[in-house]
């Protein structure tokens, strides 16, 4: 999945009003549990029931100039990330069972894989496979015509240029052709045996807003541009217990922090496409 181009160009501004009326208002309905959509009355009055409350926003935050600021676009946005959520993501969401059956509908295409297929590090019976990024692997294997791939780094992201220009505060998933100068660098966080949404999960967001800023400023400042993909599965996880977190990532998504987020069986369909944007830009 992409942004949409409709936010593509908002400000800071307009983010931090996302963050804003998300928090104060809510993200899902405790109710019926679904993403919540905001009307333009309906973000003014969490403004204006904020401002009741804390005499320091009332200082700070002027009513009239919400109503003049990216008030129909908020609205808009909140209508199109609920819509996204509801008809793209729990569609593409796979359980256990789902993902260990696409990856041995995918696996049986070839007798050998160059690409690894880890496992995760729980014990017993839930001992396996990690399905989704053995999938994202064969996948970028199938597609990039024997070219070069780091399937699995234990280094640091570096960009340099006669020296070192960048280094990136943590170790991703993957990256292509090189973590060296890398075309595109992605992470991978599948959660099918989590019970609760708790604070791993939840530190996988913020890790992928860290990578994005970091990405972002080197974009900015240097003559590097990586494309930065995150796969994500785990319904459960994901769908059931971690909806609020789902708004964020689409947040970052439409901020550009992060390029494509790829979700569950989608990575089938929406990778094939993104590796061949790879091997263009490294033929070139």
Request: net charge negative; with cysteine.
């Given at each position: 999945?992409?942004?949409?181009?409709?936010?593509?160009?908002?400000?800071?501004?307009?983010?931090?009003?996302?963050k804003?009326?998300?928090?104060?208002?809510?993200?899902?309905?405790?109710?019926?549990?679904?993403?919540k959509?905001?009307?333009?009355?309906?973000?003014?009055?969490?403004?204006?029931?904020?401002?009741?409350?804390n005499?320091d926003?009332?200082?700070?935050?002027?009513?009239?100039?919400?109503?003049?600021?990216?008030?129909?676009e908020?609205s808009?946005y909140?209508?199109?990330?609920?819509?996204?959520?509801?008809?793209?993501?729990?569609?593409?969401?796979?359980?256990?069972?789902e993902?260990?059956?696409?990856?041995?509908?995918?696996s049986?295409?070839?007798?050998?894989?160059k690409?690894p297929f880890p496992?995760?590090?729980?014990?017993?019976?839930?001992?396996?496979i990690?399905?989704?990024?053995?999938?994202?692997?064969m996948?970028?294997?199938?597609?990039l015509?024997?070219l070069?791939?780091?399937?699995d780094?234990?280094?640091?992201?570096l960009?340099a240029?006669?020296?070192?220009?960048?280094?990136?505060?943590r170790?991703?998933?993957g990256?292509?052709?090189?973590?060296?100068?890398?075309?595109?660098?992605?992470?991978?966080?599948?959660y099918?045996?989590?019970t609760?949404?708790?604070?791993?999960?939840?530190?996988?967001?913020?890790?992928?807003?860290?990578?994005?800023?970091?990405?972002?400023?080197?974009?900015e400042?240097?003559?590097?541009?990586?494309?930065?993909?995150?796969?994500?599965?785990?319904?459960?996880?994901?769908?059931?217990?971690?909806?609020?977190?789902?708004?964020?990532?689409?947040?970052?998504?439409?901020?550009?922090?992060?390029?494509?987020?790829?979700?569950g069986?989608e990575?089938?369909?929406a990778l094939?496409?993104?590796?061949?944007?790879?091997?263009?830009?490294?033929?070139?």
């Amino acid at each position: 999945m992409r942004p949409d181009k409709r936010f593509q160009e908002m400000k800071r501004d307009f983010w931090a009003a996302v963050k804003f009326v998300s928090e104060r208002g809510g993200y899902t309905d405790r109710r019926t549990r679904e993403v919540k959509k905001f009307s333009p009355r309906e973000i003014i009055n969490i403004y204006d029931k904020e401002m009741k409350r804390n005499e320091d926003l009332q200082r700070f935050v002027n009513i009239d100039k919400i109503r003049d600021h990216y008030l129909n676009e908020l609205s808009e946005y909140f209508s199109y990330r609920a819509n996204v959520l509801n008809e793209h993501f729990k569609q593409n969401l796979m359980n256990v069972n789902e993902a260990e059956q696409l990856f041995d509908e995918i696996s049986k295409r070839r007798i050998q894989w160059k690409a690894p297929f880890p496992e995760n590090k729980q014990s017993g019976d839930k001992k396996k496979i990690n399905y989704l990024t053995a999938l994202v692997n064969m996948i970028i294997e199938e597609n990039l015509d024997d070219l070069a791939c780091d399937y699995d780094p234990h280094k640091l992201p570096l960009f340099a240029d006669g020296v070192p220009l960048r280094v990136f505060s943590r170790r991703l998933d993957g990256a292509f052709p090189s973590i060296i100068n890398p075309i595109a660098l992605w992470e991978i966080k599948e959660y099918y045996y989590t019970t609760t949404f708790g604070s791993r999960v939840a530190d996988g967001v913020y890790e992928t807003i860290l990578d994005g800023f970091e990405i972002e400023e080197s974009k900015e400042n240097t003559e590097f541009d990586v494309e930065h993909i995150l796969f994500i599965d785990g319904y459960y996880t994901w769908w059931d217990c971690g909806r609020s977190y789902l708004c964020r990532l689409i947040d970052i998504l439409n901020m550009g922090l992060v390029d494509s987020i790829i979700v569950g069986k989608e990575v089938i369909s929406a990778l094939p496409e993104i590796v061949k944007g790879w091997k263009e830009k490294f033929n070139s």
